[in-house]
């Protein structure tokens, strides 16, 4: 649209001479400017870097835990050799696929990486609240991530992610140095947790009320105020069991005096709340995505920004749906699915509304608003399948089986994941200055959801019938559907092999990026592509909410013509 029609100004975007001042990525030269950075638009990048190498290795030992169940099935107990891995090498893959995606890649994926490049540039601020604790929140990240992977040459973690006693407590494997690499993770995620609130509730443009926040802005607070209450739970927990192995002490191994449901409780007060740390920015992602493609304002503007906060609160009281069969009271398990239920109204209220922003609105189907659509069809299917699990009868026969595993993954890998590539593709022009290529775009989009689907619809099935997960041979009556699994996810790796390349691609030979190339109204669009080391030329000044859009311009740029 026409700049004297967009919602915010910045008087004429004064000083761009031609694009001709520097950028965030060229402003300063050299491998120290980058380590030493507290620009967060780097640290953004650096972050992305970061995640999308984890991912591939979280992606890898996925593969082949797939892969080895694509051989013959031995059955249970029957001392026979698995075809591709021994069983305890098939338990620290599936460890080591869990902790390094839960960790490394989901929890972080959005807040740390597109949340530190746009939360300032959306509140119309020069950089996060504290800049220098920005900078010491990657480099705990990395040092977390590197404890992690240190315990695959130290003799690999076996498990699972959940570290559940008492066997955490007991097994030779390198539990310590796995536990001790979540732990110095939990610090990271705190402080960019307190730096996204301060920077939230001080730094915003004149103008930018509450009521004018763009709702990424809206879900990452939510976010923020659950990674600052939880992640010291898991902190303390994760402290304890290590106290426990290395001291003898009683606190969860019934053999020295402890209770192992005690860990269950403190560990699903803080995993569960993360499932809402992983879930809740991809749903501003996708409120961003649907109103700029859409062209149209958001449907439900304070309803979806109030129901992140009541997902955030809702989402500390619900911990008891994953031990229903730990022997817990009757009615705490009954008090327990009343509260799953209800989790499950402001996350309703979402999809509601971006089902009720594209009725009527003029939709341009780019790569962006094919990841949006395919997340709200595999959301959907997790998040309806997870009242399934929230039911006592039914989650008695489901629990611990391959129900729970496809129910898992349509969340957080069809939803968080979905929605992070689509954000990638939604903001890539405004973070590099370069076009993706649509084509290809919508061609990795297909084989991701294709292969998705094929992978984790076929494990509900497997669930219904009685497969146990985490198991490295299975009987001859669940082949068929382990085959097609795995034959999805080969699909799975290659669509996201396809988006390595042609995002790499753009770099190197990319057409150019405008400032606002799918004309969007939140303040990012309003500088430069990639965006001046500060930010904005001249303070922004905000009259308008962030979706009004005061008429469809059928006109509009879709990106260069790809």
């Known amino acids: ?50 995640v999308l190498g984890f991912f591939a290795v979280g992606g890898i030992f996925a593969l082949l835990v797939r892969t080895q169940l694509l051989g013959p099935t031995n059955g249970w107990n029957t001392g026979k050799q698995e075809w591709l891995f021994s069983g305890d090498t098939y338990n620290k893959l599936f460890t080591l696929h869990g902790a390094v995606m839960v960790f490394l890649v989901i929890i972080p994926s959005i807040p740390a990486s597109l949340g530190n490049f ?104 939510a976010t923020s105020l659950i990674q600052v209450l939880a992640t010291p739970v898991l902190a303390i927990t994760l402290m304890l069991l290590a106290i426990e192995r290395t001291m003898g002490i009683g ?48 449907f439900g503007y304070k309803a979806i920004a109030m129901s992140s906060v009541a997902i955030a609160v809702i989402g500390f009281l619900v911990w008891g749906h994953h031990m229903f069969t730990s022997g817990q009271s009757e009615l705490a398990s009954a008090v327990f699915s009343v509260l799953t239920f209800a989790v499950a109204i402001p996350t309703a209220i979402k999809v509601f509304s971006w089902v009720a922003t594209m009725y009527g609105g003029s939709i341009r189907l780019n790569s962006a608003m094919w990841y949006a659509l395919a997340f709200l069809f595999l959301f959907t299917i997790g998040g309806l399948t997870g009242l399934f699990l929230g039911t006592l009868s039914v989650d008695i026969h489901l629990h611990d089986t391959y129900f729970v595993v ?15 590539v689509g954000a990638l593709h939604h903001w890539w022009p405004k973070m590099t200055g370069r076009m993706l290529n649509e084509f290809w775009g919508k061609v990795s989009c297909f ?116």
Request: proline letters at 5%.
């Open 1 to 50: 649209m026409e700049s004297n029609r967009n919602n915010m100004t910045q008087s004429a975007h004064a000083g761009t001479a031609g694009g001709a001042e520097p950028n965030y990525i060229n402003a300063h030269k050299g491998i120290w400017s980058w380590m030493t950075t507290v620009d967060h638009k780097r640290l953004g990048l650096m972050y992305l870097v970061g």
């Open 118 to 221: 746009f939360l300032p540039l959306m509140l119309g601020a020069k950089d996060v609240a504290f800049p220098k604790l920005n900078l010491m929140s990657f480099y705990v990240y990395i040092l977390g991530g590197t404890f992690l992977l240190i315990s695959i040459a130290t003799g690999a973690v076996d498990t699972g992610w959940t570290f559940y006693t008492p066997y955490s407590t007991t097994t030779s494997t390198s539990v310590i140095s796995a536990v001790t690499g979540v732990f110095i993770l939990g610090f990271s995620s705190i402080l960019t947790g307190v730096n996204f609130i301060v920077t939230i509730h001080k730094m915003r443009a004149p103008g930018l009320t509450w009521v004018r926040l763009p709702l990424f802005v809206w879900a990452q607070y």
């Open 251 to 298: 606190i969860f191994d019934p053999k020295l005096g402890g209770d192992p449901v005690l860990f269950q409780h403190f560990f699903w007060f803080y995993s569960h709340p993360a499932v809402y740390i992983m879930i809740l920015p991809a749903f501003g992602v996708i409120s961003e995505i649907i109103t700029v493609n859409s062209r149209k304002q958001i």
């Open 406 to 420: 496809a129910h898992f993954h349509y969340v957080m890998m069809g939803g968080t994941m979905t929605a992070f």
């Open 447 to 562: 084989f991701v959801f294709t292969g998705f689907n094929i992978t984790f619809f076929s494990q509900f099935l497997l669930g219904t019938k009685g497969m146990p997960r985490r198991y490295a041979t299975y009987l001859p009556e669940f082949q068929t559907w382990h085959q097609l699994s795995t034959l999805g996810s080969y699909l799975l790796g290659l669509g996201f092999s396809i988006t390595l390349v042609y995002m790499i691609a753009s770099l190197i030979k990319g057409e150019k990026a405008s400032r606002n190339p799918w004309g969007g109204r939140s303040l990012e669009w309003e500088t430069d592509s990639p965006p001046i080391e500060h930010n904005f030329h001249v303070q922004p000044v905000v009259k308008h909410g962030p979706y009004e859009f005061p008429e469809i311009d059928h006109s509009m740029s879709t990106g260069g013509g790809h």
